[in-house]
């Protein structure tokens, strides 16, 4: 049997887009739980959320409500700015409607009362090391596995706010920050984590099939060939140029590792479309969007899932009748991509 995870990129809103490309899967015959399946649910900033949902039994249409109903409160701007200037000093949002929303839905449960394993990314921004020479900051893997060093003792609901603290968005929580700054996509993030050696239920990468979903990229490019720019000219591109890069290169590590047993859904929006983290008031727009993106896609995710999330099932067991051992065989029949012949540079 395989061990299936199912990662969920980090994108704000964004995250009603996962979750009715998920919805979607799950409309079609005999994938109807598909996500259930999962062994390790990894995500970041909103896709911590789902995963974090997902662990505790909530259904996908819950987790979408969520989405339309709570994001206008989460992402609501102060009425006495309504322009945002005082962003350039302080976070654009208050976390206090996000903090009421994770704590109805988790309550108590800490990690070690999920049912499934986890993995959840977010950012330590100080230590506190006694040790001066030893102080600083580091990335944060929050988890439930079984070995020493785990979390299962931590909140869900506070997990839940230190993966989603978004710089210039939301305020830190109890000085963490948002995992997207260093992995937006926890893909590889997860692949690490089930072959870490102190799990005793550690699997070798043939084990492994990955459904890796995203929450929409923007078409985004900087013309020219030369830039000699500054801090004024950087600071606008450079975020949306950091998130991108870092989610493209845990597809391309994760893609030529897993070969045919990993596929990547990630739709590419319009050109002109920009659709914020922030932006409540285009959930609407979103959901309509990913009701309609990508059929073919969707077909061919669907089709690696019957044959390699659940071989059990009909059309998995009459096609699946070898076992890939080469890191990158047969990559480009089972991954599929939002646009043919994209601009991807590696």
Not at 30 to 52: M, Q, R, V, Y
Request: glycine share 10%; aromatic share 10%.
């Amino acid at each position: 049997m395989p061990y299936r995870v199912l990662s969920i990129d980090g994108g704000g809103v964004r995250g009603v887009i996962s979750t009715v490309l998920m919805q979607r899967l799950a409309a079609m015959k005999g994938l109807e739980e598909w996500a259930s399946k999962a062994d390790l649910l990894a995500g970041t900033s909103t896709g911590g959320l789902l995963a974090l949902g997902l662990a505790s039994g909530y259904g996908l249409q819950e987790i979408r409500d969520v989405y339309e109903k709570e994001s206008g409160d989460i992402f609501r701007p102060e009425p006495v700015d309504p322009l945002g200037v005082h962003r350039v000093f302080r976070a654009g949002y208050d976390n206090a409607a996000l903090t009421r929303v994770v704590k109805r839905l988790f309550g108590r449960r800490k990690l070690k009362d999920l049912k499934r394993q986890v993995l959840i990314t977010s950012f330590d921004l100080d230590n506190e090391s006694p040790n001066p020479r030893t102080r600083h900051w580091k990335p944060k893997i929050f988890h439930n596995f079984p070995f020493r060093g785990h979390d299962g003792e931590r909140p869900a609901w506070k997990v839940a706010l230190y993966t989603s603290a978004a710089p210039t968005y939301l305020p830190t929580a109890d000085g963490y920050v948002d995992g997207g700054v260093y992995a937006n996509n926890p893909s590889m993030c997860a692949l690490a984590q089930v072959l870490d050696d102190r799990w005793r239920g550690r699997r070798d990468v043939a084990d492994v099939v990955m459904m890796s979903i995203g929450t929409g990229t923007a078409l985004s490019y900087v013309e020219g060939g030369r830039h000699d720019w500054g801090y004024a000219c950087w600071v606008r591109p450079l975020v949306d140029l950091i998130l991108d890069g870092t989610t493209g290169i845990a597809d391309y590590q994760c893609a030529r590792l897993l070969g045919d047993a990993y596929c990547r859904l990630e739709p590419y929006f319009r050109p002109g479309v920009r659709w914020g983290l922030d932006e409540a008031a285009q959930v609407p727009e979103m959901v309509d969007f990913a009701r309609k993106w990508g059929p073919k896609e969707l077909k061919a995710a669907a089709a690696f899932l019957r044959k390699r999330w659940m071989p059990d099932h009909p059309a998995g067991a009459a096609s699946s009748t070898t076992r890939r051992t080469i890191p990158g065989a047969g990559r480009a029949t089972a991954r599929t991509r939002a646009v043919r012949g994209r601009r991807r540079r590696r």
